[in-house]
């Protein structure tokens, strides 16, 4: 198979999550002369990779076979059938992220010397909960003392042209839940009663679409984003007894669940109230001078002649595992303009360019 072919072919098998769609089997029979630990949970499959070439160190492709539902309407072509119109390639998952899974197993099949270590971390857990995907993988390894020296993760990261982003960091995602309590009464008669609602509204301005910091030359500030407010009993004549408002804040490293806390104390000093804080992920960012990033921002140049951007943006990946473990982590993959539509789509020259990328990365890593 060349990289396209192998492409159509995992496509082509119905993976959504936490159906691998028999894919791991597939990759570990492709990989010839690798050996392969699974590290399978629950309904969850997971596929540690490897191949020593030396004793030099460690460089592992990590990234996910599933993929989210392709939904029952709206497509010209059938999702689980790979078409290709007019360089397009058309199919569930063709950006995020079989593409990049293609253009890694492809790029690592094809390697016949490397100074130290090859690997692929891969997972049927990365669009569920991921909680029995990656970091399961990640804890073996790091029992086993088999933990990768840097990571590339081959999610969609590219704007308007294949190269033009790398992912050298994410933001974290905190949630909020806040209960306002009040005291329920007659509408006709407000002055006996505490309305929550009212309350709020004197400074809910204050507080939506805040930011809680100035950001940096990396991450874009911290914002307070009110994604559901509820309260009352859906009737004109009673006020409400307490108001429920949620809350997300994608946050860089200048804000933690502390500040935040203190933000919401400030705007409802004197109110009763309960806030509850969770934490899904946390941020993290690279340092761009690593030879991680070097290598990656010089594969990309001699690929396509751009000079690739650092970006933070966008929401999660299984990266977030990865970084505090301390290794070095970047993602990189074709754009991301289609991910999780309907139609989802990606170019043939994409693929191929993805592709030797990657071979050039293992090629030139010293």
Same mark, same amino acid.
């Given at each position: 198979m060349d990289v396209i072919e192998l492409f159509k072919y995992f496509i082509n098998a119905k993976s959504e999550t936490p159906d691998d769609g028999g894919l791991l089997d597939f990759i570990e029979e492709y990989l010839e002369g690798f050996k392969?630990?699974?590290?399978?949970?629950?309904?969850?499959?997971?596929?540690?990779?490897?191949?020593?070439?030396?004793?030099?160190?460690h460089l592992c492709f990590a990234g996910?076979?599933?993929?989210?539902?392709?939904?029952?309407?709206g497509w010209n072509t059938n999702?689980?059938?790979?078409?290709?119109i007019d360089g397009y390639i058309y199919g569930r998952g063709a950006q995020d992220m079989k593409s990049g899974l293609a253009a890694f197993?492809?790029?690592?099949?094809?390697?016949?010397?490397?100074a130290g270590t090859l690997s692929l971390l891969l997972t049927s857990d990365e669009e569920g909960e991921g909680i029995n995907g990656t970091i399961k993988l990640l804890e073996f390894l790091e029992n086993n003392d088999m933990l990768p020296d840097a990571v590339v993760v081959a999610e969609p990261t590219c704007?308007?042209?294949?190269?033009?982003?790398?992912?050298?960091?994410?933001?974290?995602?905190?949630?909020?839940?806040?209960?306002?309590?009040?005291?329920?009464?007659?509408?006709?008669?407000?002055e006996?009663?505490?309305?929550?609602?009212?309350?709020?509204?004197?400074?809910?301005?204050?507080?939506?679409?805040?930011?809680?910091?100035?950001?940096?030359?990396? *991450?874009?500030?911290?914002k307070f984003v009110v994604t559901d407010i509820r309260s009352g009993?859906?009737?004109?004549?009673?006020?409400?007894?307490?108001?429920?408002?949620?809350?997300?804040?994608?946050?860089?490293?200048?804000?933690?669940?502390?500040?935040?806390?203190?933000?919401?104390?400030?705007?409802?000093?004197?109110?009763?109230?309960?806030?509850?804080?969770?934490?899904?992920?946390?941020? *993290?960012?690279?340092?761009t001078d690593t030879k991680l990033v070097k290598n990656i921002d010089a594969a990309i140049k001699s690929v396509t002649g751009i000079q690739t951007k650092h970006s933070t943006a966008g929401g999660t990946s299984d990266a977030r595992?990865?970084?505090?473990?301390?290794?070095?982590?970047?993602?990189?993959?074709?754009?991301?303009?289609?991910?999780?539509?309907?139609?989802?789509?990606t170019t043939r020259k994409e693929v191929e360019d993805l592709c030797r990328v990657f071979k050039y990365l293992i090629a030139n890593w010293r």
């Open positions: 392969a630990i699974r590290v399978d949970v629950e309904d969850v499959k997971n596929l540690f990779i490897y191949k020593k070439f030396g004793e030099g160190e996910h076979v599933d993929v989210v539902p392709a939904g029952s309407k999702p689980y059938e790979a078409v290709e197993t492809q790029a690592v099949k094809e390697t016949a010397e490397f704007e308007e042209v294949f190269g033009d982003a790398i992912k050298v960091g994410r933001r974290g995602s905190i949630n909020g839940y806040i209960t306002l309590k009040g005291k329920q009464g007659h509408a006709a008669y407000p006996k009663a505490i309305n929550p609602i009212h309350k709020i509204s004197q400074f809910l301005g204050e507080m939506a679409g805040v930011d809680l910091d100035e950001g940096d030359e990396f *991450f874009a500030p911290s009993m859906q009737v004109t004549n009673v006020t409400p007894n307490e108001l429920q408002m949620m809350f997300n804040v994608r946050n860089n490293t200048k804000t933690t669940q502390n500040e935040i806390k203190l933000f919401v104390a400030k705007h409802f000093e004197g109110l009763d109230y309960d806030l509850r804080l969770t934490q899904g992920s946390y941020p *993290f960012r690279t340092n595992f990865i970084a505090p473990m301390g290794i070095d982590v970047i993602e990189l993959g074709v754009r991301n303009d289609t991910i999780h539509s309907v139609n989802e789509r």
